[in-house]
Antibody, heavy 115, light 108 residues
Framework: QVQLQQWGAGLLKPSETLSLTCAVS????????WSWIRQPPGKGLEWIGE???????NYNPSLKSRVTMSVDSSKHQFSLKLSSVTAADTAVYYC?????????WGQGTLVTVSS | EIVLTQSPGTLSLSPGERATLSCRAS???????LAWYQQKPGQAPRLLIY???SRATGIPDRFSGSGSGTDFTLTITRLEPEDFAVYYC?????????FGGGTKVEIK
């Protein structure tokens, strides 16, 4: 079955760039969109954006100016960069496969922004 | 943007009882482009329902989804101890993809 394993820096200072990567194993990478979703502590879920294995992207307008997603199809990996982070970007970040709905999900990475 | 409003915010029930969770969309983008997730503390959300009423692989049949257009419902017929969690709806009929604010099902 498809599994997603994600990693990246967990502690950032304001104005730095968040960088996370998600690796896909156990299933097809091509033909799908792959997403990033975040969840501030104690709050709900927010879709950040998605990237196709071909490199086509769709971003949430609320974050579009700061988000860059990339894909390395040869490694079955996709990545998220979020620039100029502030405390409001503190959240658990998840990667997930998109079929309209999200399934499966990565294990989540807590990213804390603090000076 | 399609805004999803979930109600109630918290549902206090006992094991064995029936849970009915609501998700209302601010507009209809696609008649059945709605999913439900369960999330337990410290875990990633788990897909329960897609297409408004199709159960995901491995989901017990006590979970069922219904509705179309702007009004959707998740029903848990008999609550098991492991069902106490937070439930989110998500729409994929319009962009950006959006989630509801969640309903917490807690033990009474």
């Amino acid at each position: 079955q498809v599994q997603l394993q994600q990693w990246g820096a967990g502690l950032l200072k304001p104005s730095e760039t968040l960088s996370l990567t998600c690796a896909v194993s156990g299933g097809s990478f091509t033909g799908y969109y792959w997403s990033w979703i975040r969840q501030p502590p104690g709050k709900g879920l927010e879709w950040i954006g998605e990237i196709h294995h071909s490199g086509s992207t769709n971003y949430n307008p609320s974050l579009k100016s700061r988000v860059t997603m990339s894909v390395d199809s040869s490694k079955h990996q996709f990545s998220l960069k979020l620039s100029s982070v502030t405390a409001a970007d503190t959240a658990v970040y998840y990667c997930a496969r998109v079929e309209g709905w999200f399934d499966p999900w990565g294990q989540g990475t807590l990213v804390t922004v603090s000076s | 943007e399609i805004v999803l409003t979930q109600s109630p915010g918290t549902l206090s029930l006992s094991p064995g009882e029936r849970a009915t969770l609501s998700c209302r969309a601010s507009q209809s983008a696609s008649s059945s482009s709605l999913a439900w997730y369960q999330q337990k503390p410290g875990q990633a959300p788990r897909l329960l329902i897609y297409g408004a009423s199709s159960r995901a692989t491995g989901i017990p049949d006590r979970f069922s989804g219904s509705g179309s257009g702007t009004d959707f419902t998740l029903t848990i017929t008999r609550l098991e101890p492991e069902d106490f969690a937070v439930y989110y709806c998500q729409q994929y009929g319009g962009s950006p993809l959006t989630f509801g604010g969640g309903t917490k099902v807690e033990i009474k």
